[in-house]
């Protein structure tokens, strides 16, 4: 399944997370390789979101390892991780609500917009500060958010709220981004212009891993798909064989909730 | 409404003049107090600082109850190196402000393991431990009794020049020069990316980290900024006084500053100034001139409770809600000229 030869740019091996006696992430492992776009699904409960805080180091493993780029990063801050170019998206919309639009894909920019102390202090920082603006408008232009840069975010709609949150994470120069459930709670033609933007981000050269529900969309979007049950590995391969596999119908009919709706 | 015309461009010229208006007010003022008022202004100098560098820790939406004894360590710092190692006094103030920062980096590691109400406690705790130490070590803190006879701020004496720290309004002077810089530095550091990530980690920490902001880095940062600035009001305080003691640094006194944080409203740079003025104010003025002086902590009590219900948003959101209300009356009345005519 994998193309062989090339070292994958994470990979997850033998990941387990308890919480007290529940087991969330069961002896998961998975490899994603550079330039891919990698579907992360399973029914509700099944440990997705959980792997992503693993990966992106908010919760620490209970065992296991996360390599990135080979380097063993399990349990190092997220904010170091993002510094290597690992980057997350939260599902839902978490943003920066008291912010205008501009000012949290700004935030967004925190990694690129090195100055000192001082320097910020007596205003020698207007240089960086002023290439992190035209950064940021960049961005937003490129999710067609610029004519709102000035809006406070309570003000936009939810589609748009959920395209920002990718916007601030891209801001970021990630070289993997997590995204975990990105067209929910979009209309169908909100759901397209994202897909065709998760791919044009891809065609940038960031790899992407991907949670979400929506089928059709992880379907179409996805090079290869990683299904996780009960926080284990079930099946892993291109999306007609992981439509069509048993397994997978299975443990999908078997949830209570089935595959529409589930977080 | 005309912001061009004469009328606008004068409006816009008292708008720039302000500060000009606002230091001749300040300048002024001590002129027109009585002795004891201007002691009371060097202290309310002195209190403006303490607040606002309070509020910088604020910005990342940490409440501490340990910042009146990170004062009291600038304080005690100070007055030790002055008494003890013959440090001048402004050199000592300084490092007293150096010396609440370390302590303040020091225990942001206990400290930021926690976050909300158990860093509130964590932080009071801190404090209670500090002052216990203050209690227990007559040498060199004083024991409860504290330290006393603390140097003086040095005479300036040139040839044309000398200056008396003793004289209320001396001190006066002093405080508003360190105090103006203080918070001009305060300022600066908000409205720069450094605020925008403190603001940045008070509404969504998690997201924050996700984009690379170390949130403990930046809240020890916060808290070691506004620990710097509080030891600096607290050496200021100190070589004022004289004396210090471990019961001047009480959390009854940090109470204070919750109020006139809470009652200035924390939003705007000013919000907290407006809190510490008007509620000294009050204070020294309205409630000794009717006797009530010895009740504050009731009233206290009471301006939070009635500020909490009916002013949630301080008395910095006053001025705008006065400024929306005159321009629809303005609107209004313009319109019913229209129809008259
Ligand atoms: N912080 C937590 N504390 C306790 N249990 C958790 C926590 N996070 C997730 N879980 C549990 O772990 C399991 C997997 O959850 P999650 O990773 O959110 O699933 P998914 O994203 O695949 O729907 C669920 O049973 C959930 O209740
Ligand atoms: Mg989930």
Known sequence: MNPSGERPILEARGLTRRFGGLVAVNNFSFSVHEGAIHGLIGPNGAGKTTTFNV???????????VLFRGLDISGRKTSALAAMGLVRTFQGSTLFQEFSVLDNVRVGRHLGARAGFIGRLIGTDRLS??????????????????????????????????????????????????????????????????????????????????????????????????????????????????????????????????????? | MSTAGPAGSIRRAVWRLRWVFLFAILAALPYMLSYSQQEIAVLLVINVLLVCSYRLLTLTGEWSLGHV???????????????????????????????????AALLSFPLFRMKGFYFLIGSFAAGEIIRLIWKRFTDPFGGPKGLKRIDPFPDIETGFLSIDFYEPVNYYFLSLVVVSVSLFILYRIERSRIGLTFHAIHWQDRLAESVGVDTFRYRTLAFVIASFF??????????????????????????????????????????PILGVVVLTVINEIVLRALGLDTARPLIYGAILILSVLYLPHG???????LRTRWQLWRSGSAAGGRELA
């Open chain 1, 55 to 65: 990966i992106s180091g908010f919760y620490a493993p209970t065992a296991g390892q």
């Open chain 2, 230 to 271: 509080a030891g600096i009001a607290g050496g200021l305080y100190a070589h004022y006084v004289g004396a210090v003691n471990p019961t001047r640094f009480s959390v009854d006194q940090m109470v204070y500053v919750l109020v006139w944080a809470v009652v200035g409203g924390t939003t705007t740079f000013h919000g």
């Open chain 2, 69 to 103: 004894v990170i004062m009291g360590v600038g304080a005690y710092a100070s007055a030790l190196l002055a008494k003890q190692f013959g440090i001048p006094v402004p050199l000592s103030m300084l490092l007293g402000g150096c010396m609440a920062a370390a302590i």
């Open chain 2, 315 to 321: 008395l910095e959101s006053l001025g705008p809600r």
């Open chain 1, 129 to 263: 500060e002023r290439a992190a603006d035209a950064k940021a408008m960049e961005t937003l232009d490129f999710f067609g958010l610029q004519e709102l840069a000035g809006e406070p975010v309570s003000n936009l709609p939810h589609g748009h709220q959920r395209m920002l949150g990718m916007a601030v994470a891209l801001a970021a120069e990630p070289r993997v981004l997590l995204l975990d459930e990105p067209f929910t709670g979009m209309n169908p033609e909100e759901t397209r212009r994202m897909m065709a933007l998760v791919r044009r981000i891809r065609d940038r050269g960031v790899t992407i891993i991907l949670v979400e529900h929506d089928m059709q969309a992880v379907m179409n979007l996805c090079d290869i798909i990683t299904v996780m049950n009960f926080g284990a590995l079930l099946v892993e391969g291109a999306p007609e064989m992981v439509r069509n596999d048993p397994a997978v119908i299975e443990a999908y009919l078997g949830s209570t909730d089935g595959a529409g709706h589930a977080s």
